[in-house]
């Protein structure tokens, strides 16, 4: 299968894994292949056999499958950029965080250009499930995508053919998750601050024994540290979300701030340098709060 992935950060790189050992003919575009920081991605498409375009249209010309793993606030423009070069009837898979309203907003794109769009909601972390990770589908061509994805090896289902639910699940669950990811810094950072994350710790295990908090604390802080900006947009979009529904996003503007708080601390590189092996890898999540308490004292 002719198959183009718009985007080639985790997400894109992880597919390409999967799908180039089924014989499969991937390519793939990131605007980052044009900087000085895409010679990552060059290396990693050499070595796994996917040819890079030059540009979005050079990639999904031909492609029978159209994949769209970009930052969230992409998601609208990548369906326009896109759009001349689709050929007809080529399926044109959403995956981003974006709210119901853009998903709505590129679906139009994409279906006036030929293509058959359908959205995306990926339900939870992609690295530990790869290709498996659970996605709800939706839109008019769902149910025709969802057994050419299972067959490509993907754990697809349809939710709806109506567009913005799929989207609406993964948005309203992000309220939660990447809140939980914002509040758990926010919580355990004060806690060592006052050193008192250890009675924090036990209390919070007391009342919800199924977590295991010191792993989960260091798990929330290695992820916010290393993706902190893309969550950051990702939540501007589920806070959009929650304005369309007619609610003031109080929660989730403020999840989005101190996820972009803790990517600007990691781009000054408080945390290492970036790409290094030792990068937002430590198992004691004390180590990175200890780091930003010491900034926050210099500053």
């Known amino acids: 299968m002719r198959i183009a992935l718009i985007g080639y950060g985790e997400v894109g790189r992880i597919l390409a894994e999967d799908l180039m050992p089924q014989g499969h003919a991937v390519v793939a575009f990131d605007i980052k292949l044009r900087a000085e920081s895409g010679q990552a991605l060059h290396e990693h498409a ?30 609208v423009p990548v369906a326009q950029v896109c759009a001349p070069g689709f050929a007809k009837g080529a399926f044109f898979l959403d995956l981003n965080s974006a709210s119901p309203g853009a998903k709505v907003r590129a679906a139009s794109i994409a279906n006036a250009a030929g293509a058959r769009y359908v959205e995306g909601a990926v339900m939870t972390s992609v690295p530990p499930y790869r290709i498996k990770v659970p996605l709800l589908l939706g839109g008019p061509d769902a149910a025709s995508l969802a057994p050419v994805l299972n067959n490509l090896g993907f754990a697809a289902r349809v939710a709806s053919d109506r567009l913005g639910v799929a989207s609406a699940t993964k948005m309203c669950r992000s309220v939660m998750i990447k809140g939980l ?119």
């Open 46 to 75: 050499g070595r796994v056999g996917v040819r890079l375009a030059d540009t979005h249209v050079a990639a999904v010309q031909g492609a029978e499958l159209i994949i769209s793993a970009v930052t969230a606030s992409q998601a």
């Open 181 to 299: 990811e914002a509040m758990v810094i926010e919580s355990f950072t004060t806690a060592r601050h006052y050193g008192v994350e250890d009675a924090v710790i036990a209390s919070l295990q007391e009342t919800f024994p199924g977590i295991d908090w010191e792993k989960q604390g260091a798990y929330f802080y290695q992820r916010v540290i290393e993706h902190g900006r893309r969550r950051s947009e990702e939540v501007r979009e589920v806070a959009e979300t929650v304005r369309e529904a007619g609610l003031e996003p109080w929660s989730a503007a403020g999840t989005a701030a101190r996820q972009a708080w803790v990517a600007d601390l990691a781009d000054e590189g408080l945390f290492g340098a970036r790409g290094s092996k030792d990068f937002a890898r430590s198992a004691d999540w004390r180590a990175e709060a200890d780091r930003i308490l010491q900034h926050l004292k210099k500053h």
